[in-house]
């Protein structure tokens, strides 16, 4: 199917941008990569009086880090994010997950931030933000406010994002010595939705955890961080007694529902698999 | 809403100037307003990868975008990569293997595997299948179209190695 008619403007500036948001009277739509838009469009699941296309805006692009923090542009392509010395160096996690997103001609397009707006309960990038405690920055017209990604994915398609704002960049800690990440997911095919996917970020000292995230992704409304497997693995090393422990405290933390390919308890089973999968990556 | 906006496009090498509605895909005014049906049209929700071109060098889904989102781009469609040669022997080893039925899929199977083919010298059968993954063939089941891009990688590599 086609678009419904609308109007295209290509703001000059993230000001400018803001500004033709607010006088549009809240039919309107930021583009960047529109690889989820577009086709929304398509459907007509979405048809906008105007689309406001904040893709080429120079201050949203980029990647840059100093000693303590990647900053990632918020229209940075995956591609980009996959093709990073300086990602792959401070926050390994996000090549590893970047790999699984869609397919390559999608990844050319997409981007980071574009993807953690829609908040999809099925992408990778939204888990990957919570596991590493990333900080999504937000520009309006009163000024830029940082929200946390546990406090950013309120529930299906819901973040925090207010009418008219937009992402500028997310801020992610670069890896400390000691960190170790593993991305996976299952799925019947590649670069389609995951079955149940897992971003684990944990920070190691002789061998003891010092601090576990796990964050999983489409198994529940929105991204999710399986908060009792992670205290239960915080100051233990990760021998087959801890693994199987973090498996069995996934019963707690996540409560998938029945659909009509995957019951929950299968989706459970999957998650507990995953779990002990990426845990074992780690110990190697 | 009838309006229409200015774009200048390179397609193929040649600067293109045209005025466009913002609803019209690339795809759509890469087959209707420039008559270049190499470029084909299947989901239409960036599934089946039959639209894919190159923006910028890079595989695109020409029905994810918008004609207007790619003023002031270069596009290279099936058309162009013929017409350049770069991808005469990948299409010699498609003929040779069988790698078609009806065809429909075989641009944007050609733009996936230059994509592929351009990025990295040699290619593994399950890195061809994983860069292959979103391109949908509902004819040959794919392996006579692996072995074709297999076998130009190969080749290319061996080309390569006698001319340095």
């Not at chain 1, 908060?227 to 233990?236: Q, S």
Request: proline residues 4%; hydrophobic residues 45%; aromatic residues 4%.
């Amino acid at each position: 199917m086609k678009a419904r008619a609308f109007h295209y403007v290509r703001p000059q500036s993230l000001e400018e941008a803001l500004r033709v948001f607010a006088e549009a009277d809240g039919d309107a739509v930021y583009i960047a990569g529109g690889q989820s838009l577009v086709p929304a469009m398509a459907l007509r699941l979405q048809a906008p009086q105007l689309i406001i296309d904040i893709g080429r805006l120079p201050e949203l692009h980029g990647l840059t880090a100093d000693v303590n923090h990647l900053r990632i542009g918020a229209t940075t392509r995956h591609v980009e994010i996959l093709a990073s010395d300086l990602v792959r160096r401070h926050a390994p996690l996000l090549v590893e997950a970047a790999a699984h997103v869609a397919h390559p001609a999608i990844r050319n397009r997409g981007t980071f931030a574009g993807s953690l707006a829609f908040a999809d309960p099925a992408a990778e990038f939204p888990a990957v933000a919570l596991a590493l405690d990333a900080e999504i920055e937000i520009a309006s017209l009163d000024g830029t406010r940082r929200v946390a990604a546990e406090d950013f994915f309120l529930d299906l398609y819901e973040t925090a994002l207010q009418p008219g704002e937009i992402i500028v960049a997310v801020h992610v800690s670069v890896a400390l010595p000691g960190a170790r990440s593993a991305f996976d997911e299952l799925a019947r095919r590649r670069g389609d939705y995951a079955i149940v996917g897992l971003g684990v970020n944990g920070l190691f000292e002789d061998g003891v955890v010092r601090r576990m995230r796990l964050a999983f992704l489409s198994v529940g409304p929105t991204a999710v961080r399986a908060r009792t497997a992670e205290e239960l693995l915080v100051g233990r090393r990760l021998d087959a007694g801890a693994i199987r422990e973090a498996q069995e405290a996934l019963d707690a933390d996540l409560s998938p529902m029945n659909d009509e390919q995957t019951p929950a308890g299968m989706r459970l089973h999957l998650a507990r698999v995953l779990l002990g999968r990426l845990l074992g990556r780690l110990t190697r | 809403m009838s309006d229409t906006l200015p774009i200048s496009i390179d397609v193929n090498g040649e600067t293109v100037e045209s005025l466009v509605a913002p609803r019209i895909t690339l795809a759509d005014f890469l087959r209707q307003e420039l008559e270049l049906t190499g470029t084909h049209l299947g989901c239409e929700m960036g599934v089946c990868g039959a639209c894919l071109v190159l923006l910028d060098g890079k595989p695109v889904h020409a029905c994810l975008m918008f004609a207007v989102q790619a003023d002031g781009c270069a596009v290279e469609t099936v058309e162009g990569l013929t017409r350049r040669g770069v991808i005469a022997d990948l299409q010699k080893a498609f003929h040779e293997r069988n790698a078609l039925q009806c065809g429909f899929c075989t641009p944007g199977m050609l733009i996936s595997a230059h994509g592929m083919l351009s990025e990295r010298r040699t290619l593994s059968r399950e890195e061809i299948r994983d860069a292959l993954s979103g391109n949908y063939c509902r004819c040959t089941g794919y392996e006579a179209i692996v072995d074709a891009i297999e076998s130009t990688a190969r080749s290319r590599t061996t080309k390569a190695a006698e001319e340095a």
